[in-house]
């Protein structure tokens, strides 16, 4: 079986960054690759890197479920579950310690980045979080992994420790290949087009949640940081702010940037914010009706506990594999 792999933690409300980089290009992968089946997970495991509220930790995973599912993902072909359901997750992780090295996760970017932000009370499971995530996706025999570039690093790493594997037991993990979406593999912040658009950035108008109203996507369309050229034109060294509201515009249409450009060549930046509100508005109307029918229903809780019980069919003997390969346990 020709798997693809994907998770998201539940941290906080989708934007739509996340939306275009990420779940809409899992809809539209699994269009392409029809002879694929996805594993896509609740990396709720993950999120323990920090301190959470057990309650709004629980909340924020029934919420990234039903919004995955509202958002178009074909159910047929995708097994959505939650991370800590599958216990296979938590073995391998521990497993595959001894197949990473601490040079290696030193050099992890985003580890540098958020050690510096917090200097103390850092917890080892942010040291290690790529390890996890390499179980995560060695679990499965990952053909395919959607990234985007701040994921690229940790991606590099599974492939080292697959092939570290590999190399002691000979094509025992497939080494997985990243797919990464050119147009949308970084929406930046509409305050700040230098930064990526974050759901943790305090600043309320440097995003556009999934779930915000009409009024109010409108309002942070139209208060998007720009220039004052008034030309209509890419350029995402000069015009950051544009260049960022052309990819966002292109992304949902599903038309290319120069289709865009040309459209509004002759228009005025309030016009073009205008038409880009009402589009994203119009966009999100559906996956928002329907995010809010699964939210508290059956189906919900069923679609996840089938997720569950496919992953662990797998998972569970590729653990058990493993485990034997190492010499763990006892024959029986």
Do not use: W
């Amino acid at each position: 079986m020709k798997t693809i792999v994907s998770g998201i933690q539940p941290t906080g409300a989708i934007n739509i960054g996340t939306y275009l980089g990420s779940i809409k290009n899992f809809v539209a992968l699994q269009q392409a690759h029809p002879d694929h089946h996805f594993f896509l997970f609740i990396a709720d495991t993950h999120a323990l890197t920090v301190p959470q509220d057990p309650v709004k930790l629980r909340q924020a995973i029934k919420e990234l479920a039903a919004m995955y599912v509202a958002c178009g993902i074909n159910l047929k072909q995708t097994s959505l579950f939650v991370q800590s359901a599958v216990s296979a997750h938590q073995e391998m992780d521990v497993l595959l310690q001894s197949f990473a090295y601490m040079g290696e996760l030193e050099r992890m970017t985003q580890y540098k980045d958020k050690a510096l932000k917090q200097t103390s009370g850092i917890r080892a499971s942010l040291f290690t979080y790529p390890v996890l995530m390499a179980g995560d996706i060695l679990l499965y025999d990952a053909e395919f992994v959607p990234v985007g570039d701040d994921q690229k690093q940790h991606l590099e790493l599974t492939r080292t420790i697959a092939e570290r594997v590999n190399h002691q037991f000979p094509d025992f993990f497939n080494v997985p290949k990243p797919l990464i979406p050119e147009l949308t593999a970084r929406i930046m912040s509409l305050q700040n087009p230098d930064q990526k658009m974050s759901k943790s950035d305090p600043n309320v108008k440097s995003k556009i949640l999934l779930t915000d109203d009409a009024a109010i996507i409108k309002k942070r369309i139209r208060s998007a940081v720009t220039d004052s050229e008034g030309t209509i034109r890419y350029d995402a060294n000069s015009k950051k702010g544009l260049s960022n509201l052309i990819r966002i515009y292109a992304a949902l249409e599903n038309r290319t940037i120069s289709d865009i450009v040309k459209r509004y060549e002759t228009s005025d930046y309030q016009t073009f914010k205008a038409d880009l509100g009402d589009l994203v508005a119009s966009h999100l109307e559906p996956i928002q009706a329907r995010y809010h029918s699964l939210l508290k229903s059956q189906e919900l809780i069923d679609i996840l506990n089938d997720g569950q019980a496919s992953a662990e069919a797998l998972a569970i003997k590729k653990v058990q594999r493993f485990k034997k390969k190492l010499g763990l346990g006892l024959n029986r």
